[in-house]
């Protein structure tokens, strides 16, 4: 069994920065694609990033495109997102997901494993 652990979440201003990580246990997740989605208040979950197992590809969504960076550190076992140049509109619970049959998908379907997720509010 895995169990993920989100952290890094809170209040930001509008164009600040802010790191979630993503803390894995119970299991390596070097061989696991991982992914980040977000749920803003009353709307679904949706996808926000992947990366592949070694962090050879990564994929993002258009609305944070140029701004989130993904990566991974699989000796530490733990996942990342860097989200610069903030908008109220990031505003939202994420949630870090694994994938163990590597589809490097986009659909909640795709991932196997979720954390509890963290809160992130942007203030404009």
């Known amino acids: 069994q895995v169990q993920l652990v989100e952290s890094g979440g809170g209040l930001v201003q509008a164009g600040g920065s802010v790191r979630l990580s993503c803390a894995a246990s119970?299991?390596?997740?070097?061989?696991?694609?991982m992914g980040w989605f977000r749920q803003a208040p009353g709307k679904e979950r949706v996808f926000v990033s992947a990366i592949t197992w070694n962090g050879g590809r990564t994929a993002y969504a258009d609305s944070v495109k140029g701004r989130f960076t993904i990566s991974r550190d699989n000796a530490k076992n733990t996942l990342y997102l860097q989200m610069n140049s903030l908008k109220a509109e990031d505003t939202a619970v994420y949630y870090c997901a694994a994938d163990s049959r590597r589809r490097f998908g986009a659909q909640l379907s795709d991932y196997d494993y979720w954390g509890q997720g963290t809160q992130v509010t942007v203030s404009s």
């Open positions: 119970g299991r390596t997740l070097s061989t696991y694609t």
